[in-house]
Nanobody, 117 residues
Framework: QVQLVESGGGLVQPGGSLRLSCAAS????????LGWYRQAPGKQRELVAV???????NYADAVKGRFTISRDNAKNTVYLQMNSLKPEDTAVYYC???????????WGQGTQVTVSS
């Protein structure tokens, strides 16, 4: 079955950096788009970044120029490099992929990112 396991979250000061990882299994990783989403307390889950099977990328306006999504098909892993972090980046970050045939979304368990001094 599809599994997505995030790691790399933590507490960081404003202006700092973190790299999130999402290890995937149970599907043909290289053929799927993958996304990073986040959900802050009291807010809806929102798209942060997405990377296609051929490594085209798109970003939310709030993170453009600060975050970078990448993938390593040999390791079945997608990454989110987060630089110049701000307190408003505080959220639980989720990895996501979609089965295009069934339109079913799959999610990881999430990893907490807290940006605070």
């Amino acid at each position: 079955q599809v599994q997505l396991v995030e790691s790399g979250g933590g507490l960081v000061q404003p202006g700092g950096s973190l790299r999130l990882s999402c290890a995937a299994s149970g599907f043909t990783f290289s053929s799927r788009s993958l996304g990073w989403y986040r959900q802050a307390p009291g807010k809806q889950r929102e798209l942060v970044a997405v990377i296609s099977s051929n490594s085209n990328t798109n970003y939310a306006d709030a993170v453009k120029g600060r975050f970078t999504i990448s993938r390593d098909n040999a390791k079945n892993t997608v990454y989110l490099q987060m630089n110049s972090l701000k307190p408003e980046d505080t959220a639980v970050y989720y990895c996501q992929t979609r089965n295009v045939w069934s339109s079913r979304d799959y999610w990881g368990q999430g990893t907490q990112v807290t940006v605070s001094s």
